[in-house]
């Protein structure tokens, strides 16, 4: 791989300073990514509190001169080959188009979730195909051990064919955006044919600028055949699926972190009788993301962390809330361009409560 040279946009403060909800000091992960490879420099940064930038470039000894409070301003200053993106939600569509059209950075590695609403998504995509810039999201559970432990075992044909995945966790969006895109990645990256969903909302929970809902279910399927469910909640969400993801084939199912049980990944199937458990080493996913990030757009291939892969993980998550709100069926492609769960909470059809 050839020297890259690196910058972050939106440091946020240090770590010990952090209001979750409001900062997750990702790019002190991404900084710390970019570090630990030989053959990459992380080289400026910018923040729009200079205190916050000053404080991540001495944190990764980055030279004073290339601590900026502008983004465009450091491109075209620094001219980086690639660039992270860890600011708040509602920012990344304007910051990756902006960002792609200086046709500076060869790559742009943009924090999850994609963007507050449906065209904003949409357009970081057109953006980095009309610039030819390598877009990817911050996915980087696809390089988490258990995931890809998961993965292997399903290409082993253990369960027999895939016939539906199933996800349970915190929320639809935040959370939830990762367990989408792991769907649709053991669904063959197929696109959803429809989906259909319902959600609960009464106590406000903002993440990163945007709104989640307390607890949803949706169900969707896609071209192959395959078929979703998610349910999510503080605990209800989670309780019903029983893990966090499993995968139910025509011979048997997969797990992956099945609740309270001591294993990462399980499996069974007509052969095992019971679970076959597999306990497995941690590891810095993010770091094994943006080294595959920089390895691509050193070779030209597509990343898997594409936007293109995220873009139909996010389309599926409004298309839940639009589904909602419609209290119907929603047939793929989205149509609605907004964000319905934040139309709701603006119209007052939903009340949710600030319990701080």
């Known amino acids: 791989m050839a020297n890259v040279t690196a910058a972050v946009i939106g440091t946020g403060p240090e770590p010990d300073n952090i209001v979750w909800g409001e900062s997750a000091a990702m790019a002190y992960q991404h900084g710390k990514a970019y570090s630990d490879l030989s053959d990459c420099d992380l080289v400026a940064c910018a923040d729009i509190v200079r205190e916050n930038a000053a404080d991540f470039a001495a944190e990764f000894d980055i030279d004073d001169e290339n601590v900026f409070e502008d983004h465009l301003e450091m491109l075209r200053a620094i001219e980086p080959d690639v660039v992270s993106i860890a600011t708040p939600v509602p920012t990344h569509a304007d910051l990756?188009?902006?960002?792609?059209?200086?046709?500076?950075?060869?790559?742009?590695?943009?924090?999850?979730?994609?963007?507050?609403?449906?065209?904003?998504?949409?357009?970081?995509?057109?953006?980095?195909?009309?610039?030819?810039?390598?877009?990817?999201?911050?996915?980087?559970?696809?390089?988490?051990?258990?995931?890809?432990?998961?993965?292997?075992?399903?290409?082993?044909?253990?369960?027999?064919?895939?016939?539906?995945?199933?996800?349970?966790?915190?929320?639809?969006?935040?959370?939830?955006?990762?367990?989408?895109?792991?769907?649709?990645?053991?669904?063959?990256?197929?696109e959803a044919e429809w989906v259909m969903g319902q959600i609960h909302y009464t106590e406000e929970d903002v993440r990163y600028g945007v709104h989640n809902e307390n607890h949803g279910l949706a169900s969707w399927s896609y071209d192959n055949g395959v078929h979703g469910i998610a349910s999510t909640g503080y605990g209800s969400g989670a309780d019903v699926i029983g893990a966090s993801q499993r995968l139910v084939g025509s011979e048997g199912i997969i797990e992956i972190q099945p609740d309270g049980v001591d294993a990462d990944v399980r499996y069974r199937n007509e052969e095992t009788g019971g679970w076959e458990s597999f306990e497995l080493e941690g590891a810095f996913a993010i770091g094994r993301a943006i080294e595959h990030v920089c390895e691509c757009l050193e070779s030209g291939e597509q990343p898997v962390l594409s936007g293109d892969h995220a873009l139909r993980a996010t389309e599926i998550i409004f298309a839940v809330w639009e589904s909602a709100r419609q209290r119907s069926r929603i047939d793929l492609p989205l149509e609605a361009e907004g964000n319905a769960l934040t139309e709701l909470v603006e119209a007052g059809e939903l009340s949710p409560v600030d319990t701080s």
Request: with cysteine.
């Open 96 to 190: 990756v188009v902006t960002s792609a059209e200086t046709g500076i950075p060869g790559a742009i590695h943009c924090e999850k979730p994609m963007a507050h609403t449906w065209s904003g998504s949409k357009r970081m995509v057109e953006a980095a195909h009309e610039y030819d810039v390598q877009l990817t999201f911050n996915h980087q559970r696809r390089f988490h051990p258990t995931w890809q432990k998961a993965s292997s075992l399903l290409e082993d044909g253990v369960i027999g064919e895939l016939e539906r995945v199933e996800i349970g966790g915190k929320n639809l969006y935040d959370f939830g955006s990762h367990l989408f895109d792991l769907c649709n990645h053991f669904a063959g990256e197929r």
